[in-house]
C-alpha cells in the first residue's frame, strides 16, 4: 500500500476523466512545510500560527513572526502558502493574555473578534506576514468570518499597513490575496455577498459542522451528532462553492473533512478546486481523487443529496465504495 502510495508523489492532483484540482497541505509550523514539499502536497492550504502564541510566556514580536512565515515561504518554494491569521479562543487559551472564562468559548471571544478587538496584536502578525510575502507566494486567511464587516474592517487594515511599509520602502507582495474560512452557518448562508469581497473561499468543516449542528466539537456526550456527512452541513457546502464560483473566485477546503474518502466524490462533484489536508494525508486523497469521475462522482452525489438523514448518507457511500473495489 506505501509503495502504491509513494507512485503518487510526483504526480499532478486529478480525478480519473482528467479534471484537474489542487491538492495543499495543513501545517502548524514552518519546519512542517518541507514535510509537505516532501509528501508532494502543491502549496499549504491552512498554515495555524497559533503555535507561535501559545506554549510561551509573552507574545511573540513582529521580528520572530516574520522570520518564521519567511521561512515556510522560502520552504514552499513559491507554491501558494496560506497562512491563517491568529484563531486563539475557544477552545486554545493563551494564559499569559489574561481572558476572562468565557461560559461558552467557541460563541466568544475568539480568533477574528479577538484580533479585530487587539489591534495591536493584529497589526503586528499582518505586518509580519505581509513582509515575508516578499519571499514566497503567501495568501492571507480570516478565520470565523461571521459577516462582510469583518471582512472589510481587515481589508482596511491590510490597506493601511501596505500604505506604511510603502512609505518605509519595505517590500511585500502587493498582488498578495486576501482569503476567509467559511466555517459559520452565517458566513455560508451570506457567501454570495462574502465572496465579492473575499479573494478566496477556505471551508472550516470542522467549525462548520459543530455550529450548523450545534455540537460541540470537543463535548465526547453529543460526539455521535458531530458528522459532516449531515444533509445540513452538506447544503451548506454545496452553496459556499456555488457562491464562490458564481462570484469568479475559488472555493477550498481544509477542514478534516477534505481528507475524508467517502466525502472525496461529493467535494469533486460540487467542484471544490482545492483540497486541504494534513501532511500525512497527501498521497492518500491524491490517490482517492484519481478513483473518481466527475461523472461517477455526480451520480453518487445525486444520489446523497436525496437523501436526508447522516447515517443513510455514510452508509450508501460506505456501502458504494466497498462494493467497487
Ligand atoms: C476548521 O474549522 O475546519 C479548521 C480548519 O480550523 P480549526 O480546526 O483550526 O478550527
Ligand atoms: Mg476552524
Known sequence: HIEELKTFINKSTETADGKKVMLAANIGGADEAAKAVKDGAEGVGLFRTEFLFLNKNALPTEEEQFEEYKKAAVLTKGMPLTIRTLDIGGDKD???????????PFLGYRAIRFCLDRVDIFTTQLRAILRASAYGCIRIMIPMITSVNEVRQVKE??????SDLDRNGINYDKNIQTGIMIETPAAAVMADTLAKEADFFS????????????????????AYLYSAFNPAVLRLIRRIIECAHNAGIEAGMCGEAAANALMAPILLSFGLDEFSVSTGKVLETRKTIAD?????????????????????????????????N
Open 292 to 324: 473518481w469521475s466527475i461523472k461517477e462522482a455526480g451520480l453518487v452525489t445525486d444520489k446523497v443529496m436525496s437523501m436526508v438523514t447522516e447515517k443513510e448518507v455514510t452508509d450508501y457511500l460506505s456501502d458504494y465504495i466497498s462494493e467497487r
Open 157 to 162: 487594515l491590510i490597506k493601511k499597513i501596505c
Open 203 to 222: 471551508i472550516g468543516t470542522n467549525d462548520l459542522t459543530q455550529y450548523t449542528i450545534a455540537v460541540d466539537r470537543c463535548n465526547e456526550n453529543v
Open 94 to 104: 493563551i494564559p499569559y493574555m489574561g481572558l476572562t472564562k468565557e461560559a461558552n
